[in-house]
């Protein structure tokens, strides 16, 4: 049982050929660079050799991967990061940057997860942004019933004088009601803010 978890636990070796391919050792079969994508969000390890040399091109292909996320529109490297990153280079400080940059990430992701649950918490606890989506259908509700009012044989609502009065009243319930339901979502936003 422990020699499975340490085969396991060796990365996946995946080839990089001459034509820009790549080949996934492990499941004998092709890659992209969104499978590779894919496997280091599972956690996945792998090593990316050079087919010809056995260099290791690992860090050149992660950072290609990231390059075409950023092209996607999935920017997460402002422009001034990357410019300072660029400085760097040639830097007598360079040496101290990989592992700065390392251990900064590394206490990014240990906290990551609780950062998750207080965001969780923060949705559980406000009723105004648990209680969203209610308030989106009740608003599509109001905003169906206004075009009702002003389009009332369009909609099939046109009757007796005596109907539409007892509409316009609920109409005027359902109105005042909203009214009172946005007063306290923004009394309750307003709390948020003040809290921050």
């Known amino acids: 049982m422990a020699e499975k978890n340490d085969k396991t636990a060796e990365p996946i070796i995946i080839k990089k050929y001459a034509n820009r391919r790549l080949y996934n050792t492990a499941k004998s079969s092709y890659v992209t660079l969104d499978h590779l994508s894919h496997?280091?969000?599972?956690g996945q390890d792998f090593v990316v050799n050079d087919a010809k040399s056995g260099q290791d091109i690992t860090r050149s292909v992660l950072a290609q991967i990231i390059f075409e996320e950023e092209a996607k529109g999935q920017t997460m490297l402002p422009a001034n990061f990357l410019r300072q990153l660029i400085r760097l280079y040639g830097d007598t400080l360079q040496g101290f940057v990989p592992g700065y940059l390392e251990a900064s990430m590394e206490t990014f992701s240990r906290n990551q997860e609780q950062m998750r649950e207080q965001v969780q918490k923060a949705f559980e606890a406000n009723p105004a942004l648990a209680n969203f989506e209610a308030l989106a259908r009740s608003n599509m509700e109001w905003f169906e019933n206004a075009l009702r009012m002003f389009a009332p044989f369009a909609s099939g609502i046109g009757g007796k004088a005596g109907d539409n009065s007892r509409l316009d009243s609920k109409k005027e319930v359902?109105?005042?009601?909203?009214?009172?339901?946005?007063?306290?979502?923004q009394e309750q936003l307003s709390k948020i803010v003040k809290d921050k």
């Open 39 to 42: 496997m280091v969000r599972e």
């Open 174 to 185: 359902e109105l005042e009601e909203l009214k009172s339901q946005l007063a306290a979502m």
